[in-house]
């Protein structure tokens, strides 16, 4: 069975990074996680990134690079990840249904709040690379 293709985005704003906090019910309910979302047929990592951010959230981003690459495995699933370093504007969300909460987080204190396993390697590699 192939994995499925996430595309994940380190959003920038003013030197901060967003986190979303997933809905109760959810897998893996209020960890906090770097936005993004499935690759659907026929769009490219970067545009699947940019989709979901407007579907989510309402926030228009521009996607720079890819940062890294990375497989992980839950009881739900497994996937590949594909995070992007990304930058927005505006930061104002106006769109909120799609998560608990959400936090724009100094890079330093991104390790304080639960992430979800899968974002934790990346966001340590993240800091790493400051």
């Known amino acids: 069975m192939e994995q499925k293709q ?8 003013n030197g901060k990074i967003l986190l979303a906090q997933r809905k109760k019910g959810k897998d893996l309910e209020f960890k906090w996680e770097l936005p993004g979302g499935k690759l ?32 992980h495995g839950y009881a739900f ?32 204190h991104l390790l304080d709040y639960d992430l979800a396993p899968a974002d934790i390697p990346i966001v340590q590699a993240y800091i790493k690379s400051l």
């Open 77 to 108: 699933g497994s996937f590949v990840l594909n995070t992007f370093i990304a930058e927005c504007e505006n930061p104002l969300i106006t769109k909120t249904d799609a998560h608990e909460q959400y936090a724009w987080v100094e890079p330093m």
């Open 6 to 13: 996430i595309a994940a985005g380190i959003i920038i704003h």
């Open 40 to 71: 659907e047929k026929g769009e490219t990592l970067p545009e699947c990134l940019c989709r979901e951010l407007i579907e989510e959230l309402n926030l228009k981003i521009t996607v720079k690079e890819l940062f890294m690459k990375s497989e």
